[in-house]
């Protein structure tokens, strides 16, 4: 590995952008050769405790400033754009070098799941013509898509050591394209019972933020019902893993002060999820809260056409998965054997062969079965779309979570037809 403590400004050339790309009309800096990777940094300031402000003033320091951002001040479809439209007003006027920065641009971004998944979502929704490869820094408690893409699962460190050795790991890294997952929920109006909006203290992830609420000129628009869009890279998840990480989440929320750092993060989840009853749920979770009591699932088969999955009364949990990463990079499918491949037509998960990994849990012990080699979660079907249709009045409202952002959805209770949420897949 290089030296950076004698070699760091030669290095740190290769990754600056001049102020006038950053910031129309800005000063012109000429120079002689242009950078190998260009990088704008994103920062969940409010991530891994005190990390993710300390990170912040590392790469300000290390960079120019006008290329670090803090997700707590800006969003990053509003840095992108307006990036994004300087380099086309550049190119236009004839600079070279906005057209190199633009093919060679990067993006890192730090924070948990549910942040990576933020720019994942902004960067697929702007349709560029050349999307940056975006590099996650593990901020968060779980850090599944991190540990997918071999960037790790432990929280970093946030002195300039460790930043630079990063950079160079963006540097080297090699581009790697995983298939993207669009999610469409409607449920119909209920003026008389409120909103169908989530239930506070938390609001739908920001990758559903990201699209908004269809309007009403939206095809997809259907009159009379409230329909939400959004996308995933690593999971979507219903039932009991979500109540408790939304019990977790709003825990963080109301009293960030006792979230300091990922062990403490970690310790802290496993005790909820004792109080919630995940570990006796049998016991503690109430059988007309199980999936198949819940509702009624279907898989479009390989040939075309829907199948009723068959979900055992035990199964309290179902999860989506894209990536083989999920609860601090455990692989809930593994690896079907010879005779499940034959009998089944199932195969190992890849994250870009356009098919959806659905994975059912009974309980928190099930789950421990994925530390166990070969374990894996009870393999229901892999599919390339899921609907899932809510039996009427089963529920006043479930529980959801995608790429680790959860949210309490209600559900209206009168209604002469089922809720219905669809899965379809994109790639990107």
């Keep these: 590995m290089k030296n950076h403590k004698f070699h760091s400004d030669d290095f740190l050339k290769e990754f600056y ?80 070098l906005a057209t190199e920065i633009e093919k060679k641009l990067r993006i890192i971004v730090a924070g948990g799941d549910g942040t ?168 503690f979770h109430p059988s007309s809260k199980n999936i198949a009591q819940l509702m009624k699932v279907k898989v479009m088969q390989r040939h075309g056409g829907w199948k009723d999955l068959k979900i055992h009364h035990s199964i309290r949990s179902i999860l989506c998965l894209n990536l083989p990463s999920f609860s601090g990079g455990l692989n809930p499918w593994g690896t079907p054997n010879q005779n499940k491949s034959r009998d089944r037509d199932l195969t190992p998960p890849y994250v870009d062969d356009g098919l959806l990994e659905i994975v059912g849990f009974r309980d928190a012990w099930h789950g421990l079965v994925l530390l166990a080699p070969k374990g894996h979660g009870t393999r229901l079907a892999q599919t390339h779309r899921v609907r899932f249709e809510f039996h009427k009045g089963a529920a006043d409202c479930t529980y959801m979570r995608m790429d680790g952002e959860p949210w309490k959805q209600p559900l209206p209770v009168e209604d002469d037809t089922t809720r219905q949420g669809s899965l379809d897949s994109a790639f990107s």
């Design 116 to 283: 990576a998944g933020w720019l994942l979502g902004v960067v697929s929704d702007l349709k560029l013509s050349h999307p940056p490869p975006i590099a996650t820094v593990p901020l968060g408690t779980g850090n599944n898509l991190p540990f997918a893409f071999g960037w790790g699962k432990k929280n970093p460190g946030t002195n300039r050591e460790s930043v630079l050795k990063f950079l160079e790991q963006v540097m080297e890294g090699k581009e790697m394209e995983i298939d993207s997952w669009h999610i469409l929920m409607r449920m119909k109006s209920a003026p008389k019972e409120g909103s169908c909006d989530p239930i506070a203290p938390l609001e739908l992830p920001h990758s559903l933020h990201a699209f908004n609420r269809v309007s009403d000129t939206d095809e997809l628009n259907v009159s009379g019902y409230d329909t939400f869009r959004g996308g995933f890279w690593n999971y979507f998840s219903m039932g009991m893993d979500a109540q408790v990480s939304y019990a977790f989440h709003c825990e963080r929320k109301l009293h960030p002060e006792k979230f300091k750092n990922q062990l403490t993060n970690q310790g802290t989840y496993a005790k909820i999820g004792c109080t919630q009853g995940w570990f006796a749920a049998s016991l």
């Design 17 to 96: 952008i001049p102020e006038y790309i950053l910031v129309a009309g800005g000063q012109v800096d000429v120079l002689s050769v242009g950078p190998t990777c260009p990088t704008i940094v994103f920062v969940n300031s409010k991530s891994g405790g005190q990390l993710g402000s300390e990170l912040l003033v590392t790469y300000r320091s290390v960079l120019n400033e006008n290329q670090v951002f803090d997700l707590g001040e800006e969003a990053p479809d509003k840095v992108l754009r307006r990036l994004y439209l300087n380099l086309e007003n550049l190119k236009l006027n004839g600079d070279v």
